[in-house]
Protein backbone atom coordinates (compact mmCIF):
# COMPACT_ATOMS: atom_id res chain seq x y z
CA UNK A 1 0.00 0.00 0.00
CA UNK A 2 2.94 2.19 0.76
CA UNK A 3 4.38 1.68 -2.44
CA UNK A 4 1.07 2.96 -3.83
CA UNK A 5 0.66 6.44 -2.32
CA UNK A 6 4.66 7.20 -2.48
CA UNK A 7 4.34 7.45 -6.44
CA UNK A 8 0.71 9.39 -6.31
CA UNK A 9 2.25 11.56 -3.63
CA UNK A 10 5.21 12.37 -5.74
CA UNK A 11 3.15 13.27 -8.57
CA UNK A 12 0.65 15.22 -6.52
CA UNK A 13 4.17 17.38 -5.70
CA UNK A 14 5.13 17.47 -8.89
CA UNK A 15 1.93 19.12 -10.24
CA UNK A 16 2.49 21.78 -7.42
CA UNK A 17 5.56 22.51 -8.58
CA UNK A 18 4.14 22.72 -12.36
CA UNK A 19 1.69 25.05 -11.00
CA UNK A 20 3.68 27.37 -8.83
CA UNK A 21 6.54 28.02 -11.62
CA UNK A 22 3.51 28.64 -14.64
CA UNK A 23 0.42 30.25 -13.00
CA UNK A 24 -3.02 28.80 -15.05
CA UNK A 25 -3.67 32.53 -15.15
CA UNK A 26 -1.06 32.65 -17.89
CA UNK A 27 -2.22 29.44 -20.13
CA UNK A 28 -5.20 31.70 -21.42
CA UNK A 29 -3.09 34.48 -22.81
CA UNK A 30 -2.12 32.62 -26.23
CA UNK A 31 -6.43 31.87 -26.82
CA UNK A 32 -7.32 35.21 -26.36
CA UNK A 33 -4.19 36.80 -28.47
CA UNK A 34 -5.65 33.72 -31.34
CA UNK A 35 -9.05 34.46 -30.68
CA UNK A 36 -8.49 38.73 -31.01
CA UNK A 37 -11.77 38.44 -28.46
CA UNK A 38 -13.32 41.91 -28.36
CA UNK A 39 -14.46 43.20 -25.05
CA UNK A 40 -18.17 44.45 -24.82
CA UNK A 41 -19.25 48.14 -25.69
CA UNK A 42 -20.36 47.68 -21.71
CA UNK A 43 -16.67 46.66 -20.50
CA UNK A 44 -14.98 49.24 -23.33
CA UNK A 45 -16.99 52.36 -21.91
CA UNK A 46 -16.09 50.55 -17.92
CA UNK A 47 -12.76 51.35 -18.60
CA UNK A 48 -13.51 54.48 -20.48
CA UNK A 49 -12.18 52.77 -24.29
CA UNK A 50 -8.68 52.42 -22.93
CA UNK A 51 -9.24 48.53 -23.23
CA UNK A 52 -10.34 47.22 -26.03
CA UNK A 53 -9.75 43.32 -26.24
CA UNK A 54 -9.61 40.86 -23.28
CA UNK A 55 -5.95 40.22 -23.76
CA UNK A 56 -5.18 43.35 -22.43
CA UNK A 57 -7.58 43.26 -19.86
CA UNK A 58 -5.78 40.01 -18.61
CA UNK A 59 -2.16 41.40 -18.59
CA UNK A 60 -3.41 44.19 -16.76
CA UNK A 61 -5.14 42.08 -14.44
CA UNK A 62 -1.98 40.29 -13.99
CA UNK A 63 0.49 43.07 -13.76
CA UNK A 64 -2.08 44.84 -11.34
CA UNK A 65 -2.38 48.15 -13.45
CA UNK A 66 -5.26 50.35 -11.99
CA UNK A 67 -7.06 51.32 -15.14
CA UNK A 68 -8.36 54.67 -14.50
CA UNK A 69 -5.71 55.37 -11.24
CA UNK A 70 -2.34 54.67 -12.97
CA UNK A 71 -0.70 56.77 -15.47
CA UNK A 72 0.85 55.41 -18.75
CA UNK A 73 4.05 55.61 -17.44
CA UNK A 74 3.26 53.06 -14.38
CA UNK A 75 1.27 50.81 -16.94
CA UNK A 76 4.18 50.65 -19.07
CA UNK A 77 6.43 49.83 -16.02
CA UNK A 78 4.14 47.50 -14.35
CA UNK A 79 3.55 45.64 -17.78
CA UNK A 80 7.14 45.48 -18.42
CA UNK A 81 7.61 44.13 -14.47
CA UNK A 82 5.19 41.26 -15.19
CA UNK A 83 6.80 40.33 -18.55
CA UNK A 84 10.27 40.48 -16.53
CA UNK A 85 9.11 38.19 -14.54
CA UNK A 86 6.59 35.87 -16.48
CA UNK A 87 8.69 36.04 -19.61
CA UNK A 88 9.60 32.03 -19.34
CA UNK A 89 5.85 31.49 -19.13
CA UNK A 90 4.81 33.28 -22.26
CA UNK A 91 4.86 30.83 -24.57
CA UNK A 92 2.15 29.61 -27.02
CA UNK A 93 1.83 25.89 -28.26
CA UNK A 94 -0.37 25.29 -31.27
CA UNK A 95 -0.28 23.01 -34.29
CA UNK A 96 -0.74 25.91 -36.48
CA UNK A 97 1.91 27.77 -35.15
CA UNK A 98 5.41 26.55 -36.12
CA UNK A 99 7.44 27.17 -32.76
CA UNK A 100 7.10 25.04 -30.34
CA UNK A 101 6.58 26.63 -27.25
CA UNK A 102 7.34 29.93 -28.78
CA UNK A 103 6.95 33.06 -27.32
CA UNK A 104 3.84 35.17 -27.17
CA UNK A 105 5.08 38.21 -29.60
CA UNK A 106 6.25 35.09 -31.79
CA UNK A 107 2.77 33.73 -31.98
CA UNK A 108 1.18 37.21 -32.35
CA UNK A 109 3.53 37.55 -35.48
CA UNK A 110 2.40 34.23 -36.80
CA UNK A 111 -0.86 35.32 -36.45
CA UNK A 112 -0.95 38.95 -37.83
CA UNK A 113 -2.47 40.32 -34.79
CA UNK A 114 -1.28 44.39 -34.99
CA UNK A 115 -2.87 45.46 -32.58
CA UNK A 116 -0.83 43.26 -29.37
CA UNK A 117 2.36 43.63 -31.38
CA UNK A 118 1.67 47.24 -31.18
CA UNK A 119 0.69 47.23 -27.06
CA UNK A 120 3.39 44.77 -26.59
CA UNK A 121 5.96 47.91 -28.58
CA UNK A 122 4.67 50.31 -26.76
CA UNK A 123 4.61 49.09 -22.86
CA UNK A 124 8.50 48.64 -23.77
CA UNK A 125 8.56 44.43 -23.10
CA UNK A 126 11.84 42.54 -23.53
CA UNK A 127 11.79 41.75 -27.19
CA UNK A 128 15.21 40.45 -27.21
CA UNK A 129 14.70 36.69 -25.59
CA UNK A 130 15.99 33.44 -27.08
CA UNK A 131 13.87 30.72 -27.31
CA UNK A 132 15.23 27.52 -26.64
CA UNK A 133 12.88 25.66 -28.85
CA UNK A 134 13.98 27.31 -31.89
CA UNK A 135 17.59 29.40 -30.90
CA UNK A 136 16.27 32.79 -32.27
CA UNK A 137 14.72 36.45 -31.04
CA UNK A 138 11.63 37.44 -32.34
CA UNK A 139 13.94 39.52 -34.96
CA UNK A 140 15.12 36.35 -36.25
CA UNK A 141 11.72 34.81 -36.53
CA UNK A 142 10.82 37.47 -38.42
CA UNK A 143 13.56 37.67 -40.69
CA UNK A 144 13.35 33.74 -41.07
CA UNK A 145 9.43 34.40 -42.15
CA UNK A 146 9.92 37.50 -44.53
CA UNK A 147 13.47 34.82 -45.98
CA UNK A 148 10.14 32.24 -46.82
CA UNK A 149 7.60 34.43 -48.14
CA UNK A 150 9.65 36.27 -50.67
CA UNK A 151 7.74 37.30 -53.73
CA UNK A 152 3.93 36.50 -51.78
CA UNK A 153 1.47 39.46 -50.60
CA UNK A 154 2.84 38.22 -47.19
CA UNK A 155 6.46 39.87 -47.66
CA UNK A 156 5.67 43.22 -47.25
CA UNK A 157 4.14 42.84 -43.50
CA UNK A 158 7.33 41.25 -42.64
CA UNK A 159 9.52 44.33 -43.82
CA UNK A 160 7.05 46.52 -41.60
CA UNK A 161 7.48 44.05 -38.50
CA UNK A 162 11.29 43.78 -39.06
CA UNK A 163 11.46 47.53 -38.74
CA UNK A 164 8.83 48.02 -36.35
CA UNK A 165 10.81 45.12 -34.02
CA UNK A 166 14.15 46.60 -34.73
CA UNK A 167 13.10 50.70 -34.20
CA UNK A 168 11.83 49.23 -30.76
CA UNK A 169 15.07 47.79 -29.70
CA UNK A 170 14.82 44.46 -31.00
CA UNK A 171 18.09 42.13 -31.99
CA UNK A 172 19.20 39.12 -33.74
CA UNK A 173 20.26 36.61 -31.66
CA UNK A 174 24.39 36.92 -32.81
CA UNK A 175 23.96 40.75 -31.75
CA UNK A 176 23.31 39.82 -28.35
Known amino acids: MLRMI ?16 KPA ?77 GSIIKFAISRMFDDFIEDIIEWGVALNKVDTSDNRTVLDYIADEQSKSKGTALEPVYIRYYKQFRTAGAKHRKEL
Not at 6 to 21: E, K, R, W, Y
Not at 47 to 73: C, M, P, T
Not at 86 to 94: F, G, M, V
Request: hydrophobic residues 40%; aromatic residues 8%.
Open 6 to 21: IPALLLTISQLNFAQT
Open 25 to 101: SLKTLCALVDSRVELSKEEKEKYNHQLVYRFEEKIYKLANVEIGKDSAGMIRSKVQQFWIQNEEHLTCDALSFNVAK
